[in-house]
């Protein structure tokens, strides 16, 4: 049974306007997703809105935390056999002024071993501590990657999901410690990813996250998968043979105004979709 999946970072949603808690809810609807995780929710007249006037076909779970700016995690009521929503706490790396993750399991019909998806939101900035923190963030997929897979119910398979807002900006030049280019820290995280039976998912677009005016853009959002998942491939035209998996969308899809407007308005993060085969 295949399901579909988004993570979106939507900037500071809070006392959010009538017109941004509806395109918000219609940009996350028009992928039809079975799952999917809003990063950086922060209120809950908001959550009490989009629960009740949007999706009330969903289930709901929610972090909590010191930063107030928390995921908001929903899975489609009666999609799946079992649904099993955990607070990782472990992911905050020491620090209690980050964010947990979170992590929902699931079993599909016709199968004991359940699919994981950890969704993260990892400290930000170019700092060392900054740049520190993320990669035990990292260290602790991997870690998570091989208890799943030693639990007896998985059968040897972890079928994890981690996938969110990973700010992968590198590090500044400090002291001893060296610059680290963002395209940098992405290739180590991929290639350490690799060495673990796990792989960095190919998106339709390079770069999810932009300044206001558009002058800036970086590469923050990704989707990382074990190797036991099949995931639907995408060909960006018919007469290509250029494929991807994750699907980025939002400001990325428009131009001029209209993009500076979502940027400003809606968030300066697009959001992720793929599908498991």
């Known amino acids: 049974m295949s399901f579909k999946f988004m993570s979106w970072n939507v900037k500071h949603f809070q006392a959010a306007t009538t017109t941004r808690i509806q395109q918000v809810a219609e940009h996350i609807g028009a992928g039809d997703p079975d799952v999917f995780g809003i990063i950086e929710f922060q209120a809950k007249d908001v959550a009490r809105r ?93 870690s998570l990657k091989s208890a799943i897979q030693g639990l007896a119910i998985q059968n040897g398979n972890a079928r994890l999901i981690v996938l969110g807002d990973l700010n992968t900006m590198g590090r500044a030049k400090t002291g001893d410690s060296p610059t680290v280019r963002a395209n940098e820290e992405i290739a180590n995280l991929e290639q350490n990813a690799v060495a673990v039976g796990m792989r960095l998912l190919s998106k339709s677009h390079d770069k999810t996250w932009s300044n206001k005016s558009g002058s800036m853009k970086s590469d ?37 105004n209209a993009r500076k407007s979502w940027i400003k308005n809606i968030s300066d993060h697009c959001a992720l979709s793929g599908e498991v085969a």
Request: charged share 25%; glycine share 8%; no cysteine.
């Open 220 to 256: 923050l959002d990704h989707v990382i998968v074990s190797n036991d998942l099949e995931l639907r491939k995408f060909f960006f035209d018919n007469a290509s043979n250029h494929v991807f998996e994750i699907e980025v969308d939002g400001w990325n899809n428009l131009t001029g």
């Open 50 to 142: 989009i629960v009740t006037e949007y999706y009330d076909t969903y289930d709901f779970g929610i972090t909590d935390s010191k930063m107030g700016l928390e995921f908001l995690i929903g899975w489609r009521r009666g999609k799946f056999r079992q649904v099993i929503y955990t607070q990782r706490r472990d992911f905050m790396a020491g620090n209690i002024n980050l964010r947990p993750g979170g992590l929902l399991s699931f079993q599909e019909e016709g199968q004991s071993a359940f699919t994981n998806m950890l969704f993260l939101h990892t400290d930000s900035g170019r700092t060392k501590k900054d740049y520190n923190a993320r990669q035990v963030m990292f260290s602790k997929i991997f």
